[in-house]
């Protein structure tokens, strides 16, 4: 699984670890086995994008990001937005080391409550999380 991938399929996996759904208690075992395994890259690979907006978004006074009204990081100009998104996508493109190595949940053993669309079913089945 790459950065890229796992950036699409973390928050489609969040939704199913909260969703109170009556799981099978061996697929609710698995999902916690893939989440555990993918938290530490997931966690340090937010920190590199902040570490990323930091280098070349605007920083205030205290360090912290400053931001747009919208919600997005302001950058000094065009080119600083530019190297950030090259980096970026340059780590997308990194395989992600995970400490144990996990078996994906099957799709029959997905609930039938469980509502994906396609987007987010192909994000699962390309990071692994979900095999047919």
């Known amino acids: 699984m790459t950065n890229g991938e796992l950036i699409l399929a973390q928050p489609i996996l969040m939704e199913l670890l909260q969703a109170k759904i009556n799981w099978k208690p061996k697929a609710a075992l698995r999902l916690r086995r893939i989440y555990r395994a993918i938290q530490e890259p997931a966690e340090d690979l937010e920190q590199l994008r902040q570490d990323l907006l930091k280098k070349y978004g605007c920083t205030g006074e205290q360090g912290e990001l400053l931001m747009e009204e919208d919600g997005?990081?302001?950058?000094?100009?065009?080119?600083?937005?530019?190297?950030?998104?090259?980096?970026?996508?340059?780590?997308?493109?990194?395989?992600?080391?995970?400490?144990?190595?996990?078996?994906?949940?099957?799709?029959?053993?997905?609930p039938n409550r469980i509502e994906l669309s396609v987007a987010e079913l192909d994000a699962l089945l390309t990071a692994g999380i979900l095999e047919e």
């Open 72 to 110: 997005n990081v302001i950058f000094p100009n065009d080119e600083a937005r530019e190297k950030f998104i090259k980096e970026w996508k340059e780590t997308g493109d990194l395989e992600v080391e995970v400490a144990e190595p996990f078996a994906g949940l099957t799709v029959s053993q997905l």
